[in-house]
């Protein structure tokens, strides 16, 4: 059972996820963003982004009433549609004022050797989960 | 005198990059969210999404993002693609039937880099999404 972002402390680490890319899902992901501009032959920074939410969203659930409050996001080169790409993610801080918790995520997509093809950092919002019974 | 940027096509300090607009509807957040991966209910589940606070469907935040990506891509094409930097936050949310539009302007030069401050709002003027992003120049 996925666990829930809720549960995590800070500096918690995500496993490493390895992503084929493939044209097919670099078009299915340009048709949804309806991007006319970025050429077929590579991928935007976003789709990138989405990428490495998909993975964090593999390995814990959003809690509910999750809001994204902010992004951070670099990218360091072009990236073809057909490169593998490895997932980081770790959580970076986590605070809690007024019954929310503020969660900062560090997210990287590297390629096969390590050399950072993007990273950022997402930060959300979600009502802070109630006390667990001693 | 308008100080031009080097590596910009052109663009100098002030200038207004091409906006990108689009009309949302269930049928594109569903998409993105199958290109996602990010099945939340809040975005896929009318009938669910009517019971949180937003009283319906609401956008992915990464799928309002990736306007304002299209907008650096169109304006600075490779020196978006190979090395831009984004940093906002998200201050409202699109629904089904909005338009939202990106527009940028470039304010300063910076450590070898434009800054452009960016921004994505609806068809009331609410905004949705605002911040900076920069590209390399040369």
């Known amino acids: 059972m996925t666990v829930s972002l809720a549960d995590l402390p800070k500096g918690h680490e995500f496993a490493e996820t390895r992503f084929k890319l493939t044209p097919k899902w670099a078009a299915g992901y340009r048709a949804a963003v309806e991007d006319e501009t970025t050429p077929p032959s590579t991928v ?3 789709s990138l982004g989405a990428v490495a939410f998909r993975a964090l969203l593999d390995q814990a659930a959003l809690p509910d009433g999750a809001i994204h409050v902010s992004q951070e996001l670099s990218s360091f080169r ?7 790409v490895v997932v980081r993610a770790r959580i970076g801080s986590r ?3 007024a019954g929310w918790v503020l969660m900062g995520i560090e997210l990287e997509v590297a390629e096969g050797s390590g050399d950072a093809l993007m990273n950022g950092r997402a930060t959300i919002t979600f009502p ?3 006390d667990q019974p001693e | 005198m308008t100080q031009r940027i080097a590596g910009t096509r052109n663009y100098a300090f002030g200038d207004e990059l091409p906006p990108v607009i689009k009309v949302l509807n269930q049928d594109k957040i569903n998409r993105y969210a199958e290109a996602s991966g990010d099945h939340n209910p809040l975005h896929t ?3 669910f999404a009517a019971t949180t606070q937003f009283g319906g469907t609401i956008a992915h935040g990464m799928l309002v993002l990736a306007y304002m990506s299209e907008m650096m891509t169109k304006a600075f094409s490779d020196a ?3 090395g831009g930097r984004l940093k906002v936050r998200f201050r409202g949310v ?3 039937g909005d338009t939202v539009t990106a527009r940028g302007r470039i304010v300063r030069a910076e450590g070898g880099r434009a800054v452009c401050e960016v921004e994505c709002r609806n068809q009331l003027g609410d905004v949705l999404v605002s911040g900076s992003a920069e590209v390399a120049i040369r």
Do not use: F, K
């Not at chain 1, 072009?78 to 490169?83: A, D």
């Open chain 1, 44 to 46: 935007s920074p976003l």
């Open chain 1, 78 to 84: 072009t990236v073809e549609p057909t490169e593998g």
């Open chain 1, 95 to 97: 605070g809690e004022r």
């Open chain 1, 128 to 130: 802070s989960p109630p």
């Open chain 2, 45 to 47: 589940d009318p009938a």
């Open chain 2, 80 to 82: 978006w693609l190979m």
């Open chain 2, 94 to 96: 699109a629904r089904p």
